[in-house]
């Protein structure tokens, strides 16, 4: 890796950001909407591409909180590629992620922007003569944010996916505050997808806050991949946020125990 993209994920994410000047004008305000935004903790699963597993990895994370007594609020600002069942939309990430954390609320909360059209959320809606609603998908985590413990959120796509007209999934997590989880698939070509996402959200104005990978394994050890005996270790020495699990082939678990809540409770 070159010395420029070593050094920026070198700028831990976690670090602190400077202190604002107390006498600025606006500034307790704004440290009050703070705090009230993130009274409830949270963990912001991306992925480094669609298709990766962050339904599969968010929902074992969701069951895992659910075990441990926690009331889980799960949340998908948008989905796209929505099943029709009669004149409703359903999406089945929503369904799963709902499912797993006991059913709690509505589902209809879970993903309340839902569209037919398996691309990108803000191009399916234009198919539906319709708009993305770009403060529906910062407010609808409010629901969540109200009633549980802890809440955990599904992006789209990758960190970069446009999800609205003008946002990313990138200005959602910024917005919501919450530690990211980054789903990397266990495959050829993921230590690059990898270090692209990590340096996507330390190289923003406010660095996202990154709790670490989760190393997934998309299809089974012996399809003839050898990068996936690899990947693991070259995430962990390349990588500044830690590999935190991993999630063999349809595997009902991770490899071993992980204390989310701490992790969630980090930034
Ligand atoms: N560890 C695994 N073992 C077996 N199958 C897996 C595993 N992880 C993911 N899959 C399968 O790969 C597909 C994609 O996984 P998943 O839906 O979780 O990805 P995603 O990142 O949430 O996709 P999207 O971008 O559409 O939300 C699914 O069919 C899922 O069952
Ligand atoms: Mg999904």
């Given at each position: 890796m070159s010395g420029s993209a070593m050094s920026t994920l070198e700028l831990d994410p976690r670090r602190k950001t400077r202190r604002r000047?107390?006498?600025?004008?606006g500034h307790y305000l704004l440290r009050d909407v703070e705090r009230r935004a993130r009274a409830t903790c949270g963990l912001f699963v991306v992925g480094t591409d669609t298709g990766v597993g962050k339904t599969r990895v968010a929902a074992l994370i969701v069951a895992a909180l659910a075990r441990a007594g926690l009331r889980v609020g799960v949340y998908k600002p948008a989905a796209s590629g929505c099943r029709r069942v009669g004149k409703a939309l359903v999406s089945d990430d929503a369904l799963a992620l709902w499912k797993a954390a006991g059913?709690?609320?509505?589902?209809r909360a879970v993903c309340p922007q839902r569209f037919a059209a398996p691309i990108a959320p803000h191009l399916a809606a234009r198919e539906e003569r319709k708009e993305i609603n770009a403060r529906l998908l910062r407010s609808g985590i409010d629901y969540w944010r109200k009633r549980s413990d802890i809440v955990i959120v599904e992006g789209a796509g990758g960190l970069m996916s446009p999800v609205g007209e003008r946002d990313y999934v990138a200005d959602l997590a910024e917005q919501f505050g919450f530690p990211l989880v980054v789903v990397a698939p266990n495959r050829i070509g993921t230590i690059n997808s990898t270090l692209l996402t990590l340096i996507a959200a330390a190289a923003r104005p406010k660095p996202l806050p990154i709790a670490g990978i989760v190393l997934n394994d998309v299809f089974p050890r012996d399809n003839g991949d050898p990068a996936v005996h690899f990947n693991r270790m070259e995430l962990e020495t390349r990588c500044v946020p830690p590999v935190l699990a991993h999630l063999a082939f349809e595997a009902s678990d991770f490899d071993a125990p992980v204390d989310w809540v701490r992790i969630a409770t980090l930034s």
């Open positions: 000047n107390p006498r600025a004008r059913e709690p609320g509505q589902l």
